[in-house]
C-alpha cells in the first residue's frame, strides 16, 4: 500500500455495509470510523467493485475466520422429489 496522509487512519471499526448488483459486479459500500462518531464527519465511506466470484470468496473467508460454515442452500421441492 501506499504511503500518504490518510495512512494513520487505515484502521478503525467497521458501522455497516450495504451490497448491490452492478451488472456483472457487485457494489460494495463499506462505513467505518476511528474514533468516537459525534457526526456525520467522523463515518468515512469506502466503495469497492468486486466480481462475484470475489466477493464469494471474500465471504468464505470471512466465515472461516469466524469459525462458522456458510449456509447451505436450501432445494426446493422438485429438487427433493426427483433427487436432483
Known sequence: MGQGPTDKDAFGMLLGWKADPAGEKIALLMQSTSK??????DVREYRYFM???Q??????????LAGETAPKRKRGWMERLFGG
Do not use: P
Open 55 to 64: 466477493a464469494v470468496q471474500l465471504g468464505n473467508y470471512l466465515y472461516e
Open 51 to 53: 466480481t462475484k466470484q
Open 36 to 41: 468516537v462518531v459525534d457526526s456525520s464527519e
